[in-house]
């Protein structure tokens, strides 16, 4: 099986950076992804690690380490519109398990 | 826009009773794969179909069935509802297989009264 844990809320000034941590524990480890989830809308894919290490995208980034079973996506010069839910899913051996997700709040 | 689509958007209906909802991947995604999200069990996958084929299952009920059609839509067909299957139903679809990013619809939202 799988187990996927993730903080369930965290909160950030506009303007900061935040880190939203995800471990896991799987039988098997086939990639990472993140999710960005807008409340009551669908998920839109952020990034995918499959390789140790960061991966930078604009504003985020997304960090693994395999040997520990950790990730984390980080969010740089945050914006009143970063307010959402992100899902951390974890692909063991063929479809991606998702995490419950961390609700994170921005405020001014 | 992901340019998946799903209808209807909304859905209300009785305890007891039958529903199909539908699901048109984008342009050129073989395979499909239907989500129910609730608020205490989070995102939680169904079912994956490739190019019309069924090709993985997760935790679907035996009441809730699927299928993908020629034209590679997909619909969910979910019977003798319970109040507890009230929740978002997502489709998401992706070029090939899980390997892949998938592309979210914007859900069905499914209330059981």
């Known amino acids: 099986g799988q187990n996927i844990d993730q903080p369930t809320e965290m909160t950030a000034t506009e303007g900061a950076i935040v880190q939203i941590n995800c471990t896991y524990q799987t039988s098997g480890f086939n990639g990472l992804f993140w999710y960005q989830q807008h409340a009551g809308e669908a998920p839109t894919f952020l990034s995918y690690n499959v390789l140790d290490g960061l991966e930078e995208k604009g504003r985020f980034s997304s960090f693994l380490s395999r040997s520990k079973g950790y990730s984390y996506l980080l969010l740089k010069e945050l914006q009143m519109k970063d307010s959402a839910s992100y899902l951390c899913?974890?692909?063991?051996?063929?479809?991606?398990?998702f995490g419950r997700g961390t609700s994170l709040i921005v405020h001014p | 826009d992901s340019g998946v689509t799903q209808t209807p958007k909304h859905l209300i209906t009785a305890t007891g009773q039958r529903v199909t909802l539908r699901c048109s991947p984008r342009?050129?995604?073989?395979?499909v794969y239907w989500y129910q999200q609730s608020l205490d069990q989070g995102l939680q996958f169904l079912i994956q179909?490739?190019?019309?084929?069924?090709?993985a299952k997760g935790n679907i009920l035996e009441r809730f069935s699927a299928q993908q059609f020629p034209d590679l839509h997909s619909e969910l067909n979910l019977s003798s509802l319970e109040l507890g299957d009230s929740a978002l139903y997502f489709c998401?679809?992706?070029?090939?297989?899980?390997?892949?990013?998938?592309?979210f619809g914007p859900g069905t939202r499914l209330t059981v009264l």
């Open positions: 998401a679809s992706s070029v090939e297989g899980p390997e892949d990013e998938q592309f």
């Open positions: 899913a974890v692909r063991g051996s063929y479809i991606p398990t």
């Open positions: 179909y490739y190019n019309g084929e069924e090709r």
């Open positions: 342009s050129g995604d073989l395979s």
